[in-house]
């Protein structure tokens, strides 16, 4: 193989190396971004979300460790917002809905969704997901640093404003 041929192919095997390495170091990556959506129990069993049955995932969510929300223009039915089921939430997302247990329904959903300061202008989805929700522009260095931080210290964060939140306080989160 002449030394051009080698050079490039070389350099070919390098880039594929690095971002190997770039994805195995940081799995969320493969999923660029949190769902918006939201889904009946039904579809996220079907959709292989969870590993259990409709029944075993109420019993979950009796358990808070999944959030539903009403249909809109609706005043029974639940429907689960998505972007719990990414990992690594389900496995963090527990502690935070219990401090949320004297809120009413729409103020936890609310909670999740929304915007704060103290979390550098992310959502608490975001920050504990890691991911920006798929309908947000692009993300400031800043934010980028807390959803690149190790899952225990954004799950740290996110609880931290969960308290504030919680106790109808606001303060800065460091």
């Known amino acids: ?99 949320l247990s004297t809120l009413p329904g729409t103020q936890i959903h609310a909670f999740w969704v929304t915007r704060a300061d103290e979390l550098n202008e992310l959502s608490p989805a975001e920050v504990l997901a890691g991911l920006p929700f798929a309908t947000t522009g692009s993300l400031h260095p800043a934010q980028r640093f807390l959803l690149d931080q190790p899952a225990v210290v954004r799950q740290q964060k996110v609880s931290e404003f969960a308290q504030q939140q919680s106790a109808g306080k606001a303060g800065i989160i460091s």
């Open 1 to 99: 193989m002449p030394g051009a041929g080698r050079d490039a192919l070389a350099a070919a095997a390098q880039q594929a190396f690095d971002a190997t390495v770039i994805a195995l170091n940081h799995p969320q990556s493969a999923s660029a971004s949190l769902p918006v959506t939201r889904l009946r129990a039904a579809d996220v069993v079907a959709q292989g979300l969870v590993a259990m049955s409709q029944a075993t995932l109420y019993r979950a969510l009796e358990q808070r460790r999944f959030y539903t929300t009403t249909p809109r223009g609706k005043t029974i039915g639940r429907l689960f917002p998505a972007w719990q089921f990414v990992e690594p939430v389900p496995e963090l997302i527990g502690s935070v809905l219990e401090q």
